[in-house]
């Protein structure tokens, strides 16, 4: 039994959601929302998912070792552009 203020890791909640809802390209919207807000990510906020999904991306490329396209760090740059546009509105 796990103590009440435990918190699952990113990669326990990607193990349990795989067990529930079965392999991630099976998955419709309600189930990827669900999953989504079990990760703490706002899906009403597509700007800023966006970042957070180019982020972690971008993080895995380089904890492999594995260079990170180019382009996705375009998209990235483009994205923050986009959200301190936002922000000085």
């Known amino acids: 039994m796990t103590d009440e203020n435990e918190s699952l890791t990113n990669a326990e909640i990607a193990k349990l959601a795989r ?4 392999p991630e390209e099976e998955w419709n919207d309600d189930v ?3 999953v989504l807000r079990l990760y703490d990510v706002d899906t009403a906020d597509t700007t800023a998912y966006g970042k957070k999904l180019l982020n972690n991306f971008v993080r895995r490329k380089r904890e492999q070792g594995e260079e990170v396209p180019p382009q996705a ?15 000085t509105e």
């Open 19 to 22: 067990k529930l809802f079965g």
């Open 32 to 34: 990827v929302e669900f």
């Open 73 to 87: 760090l375009i998209l990235l740059a483009e994205i923050e552009q986009e959200l301190n546009t936002q922000v």
